[in-house]
């Protein structure tokens, strides 16, 4: 029961930056508008405002599709520590 749930880039960017202090990785998701495929961003931890280009489907077929949008998923790894609970609270 995993919905999709793209939210716009503004509401995302704190929380990437809270999970970047937490010590994960993070990597930008995005659905294609030209194959419809769901993409993961190559570089962790990064947004770029200019647009995310779909190099390769999953078959290995090369796409080229431009994502301009400003709605995205994310993709979140944990490195060592627990995202929840935990390192909290250091006012
Ligand atoms: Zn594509």
Redesign the pocket.
């Known amino acids: 029961m995993t919905r999709i749930l793209d939210r716009p880039i503004a509401e995302l960017l704190p929380e990437i930056d809270g999970f970047i202090a937490r010590g994960a990785t993070v990597y930008i998701k995005w659905t ?1 508008p ?4 769901r ?1 993961i961003a190559d570089e962790p931890n990064v947004y770029n405002a200019l647009g995310y280009r ?1 190099t390769e ?1 999953q078959d290995g077929t090369p ?1 080229d ?1 431009l994502y301009l949008g400003t709605v995205f998923g994310l993709a979140v790894i944990a490195s060592g520590a627990s995202l929840d609970g935990g390192q909290r609270g250091h006012s």
């Open positions: 294609c030209k194959c419809g495929e993409v779909h489907r796409c599709g």
